[in-house]
């Protein structure tokens, strides 16, 4: 693609002028964007960047060991992998307001990679893979007064006195445009293809207290959800799915006996850019299936719903 080859190259002419002989650091979230963005600062300024991928036990089903092959093995860049989950899970116990989940999970995201920083003997910058609509979705909702619908985490949640200055390439790009950049790096097609994934992971998805033992639960769902998803043919057609697993339990009835286990909405949006987004169609026999399945497999759950909502007035995630 003649376009994105022009702005690999332009960008790497312009974090080579802003870097300098300074340290990069750069957090992975197991995302498209922070991948290309580390791949692309890579490419510029080689050793000088350190990529730290906190694995804060909020992530889904494999998709760790994916990040740290893609990166060690595909691309022969080295990677701190630094395992954090029980401190974000000390963390995360007793909060349940939104907000106060995303400001924590980013607040304690930054303390790591300062931790991290640290290590190596100081970084000047920290890298990462903020996105146009993630630019304008933190300052104010489009048309309206100004209002911050969600501190994302990319954005939002930076310590006032961060001592490193940010290093953002992909500060103008949507995501399809992220996409083709990926592939111009040469970045596999099931990576590049993939659903985006928030930064504060699973945390936004499990309303009201997150615990290992729901994010658990979420996960098992979650990976049905996306493997029936992939076996009917319909992952690239769909901007992104996911399951939630809700605060409300229900009464169910499974061989003689009753239940009262954890009800769990599913939801697929079509979307270009993420800004707005209509509720997938599914074909007539797939909800039921992937419901009948998660039910039997997934011990926790015994209900399963499908959230119609557009964004507006819905959003994409639950929090
Ligand atoms: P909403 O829920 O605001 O989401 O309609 C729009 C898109 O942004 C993703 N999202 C995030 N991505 N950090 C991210 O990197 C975040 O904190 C965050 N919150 C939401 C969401 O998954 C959807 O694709």
Not at 282 to 298: M, S
Request: aromatic residues 8%.
């Amino acid at each position: 693609d003649w376009t994105m080859a022009e702005f690999r190259a332009t960008k790497i002419e312009e974090i080579r002028a802003q870097v300098g002989t300074g340290r990069v650091i750069c957090g992975l979230s197991g995302g498209v964007d922070s991948a290309v963005a580390a791949v692309l600062i890579h490419e510029a300024i080689g050793e000088q960047l350190t990529c730290v991928y906190v694995d804060h036990g909020l992530m889904r089903a494999g998709e760790s060991e994916q990040v740290v092959s893609l990166f060690r093995g595909h691309y022969n860049i080295p990677l701190v992998h630094v395992e954090a989950e029980t401190l974000f899970m000390n963390g995360l116990a007793g909060v349940t307001d939104p907000e106060a989940k995303r400001k924590f999970i980013g607040k304690t995201f930054i303390e790591v990679f300062e931790e991290e920083a640290r290590k190596i003997g100081g970084a000047d910058f920290l890298a990462q893979g903020t996105l146009y609509p993630d630019v304008i979705e933190s300052v104010s909702f489009t048309g309206g007064p100004s209002v911050t619908i969600k501190s994302h985490h990319n954005v939002g949640g930076l310590p006032e006195r961060m001592n490193m200055k940010l290093v953002e390439p992909l500060r103008e790009l949507f995501k399809d445009e992220v996409r083709d950049l990926g592939r111009e790096l040469g970045l596999p097609e099931v990576f590049v293809g993939r659903h985006p994934f928030p930064g504060p992971g699973l945390a936004i998805r499990i309303p009201g207290e997150v615990t290992k033992e729901r994010c658990d639960i979420l996960r098992k769902a979650d990976a049905i959800y996306l493997e029936e998803i992939r076996a009917a043919g319909l992952y690239d057609a769909i901007w992104q799915a996911f399951a939630v697993l809700l605060p409300v339990r229900s009464v169910g009835v499974m061989g003689d006996g009753r239940t009262y286990d954890s009800v769990l909405a599913l939801r697929a949006v079509t979307s270009t850019d993420g800004m707005t987004a209509q509720a997938f169609q599914f074909p007539g026999d797939f909800l039921p299936r992937v419901a009948t399945r998660i039910v039997n497999e997934v011990k926790g759950v015994n209900r399963v719903t499908y959230d119609y909502t557009s964004k507006p007035p819905g959003t994409i995630e639950w929090e």
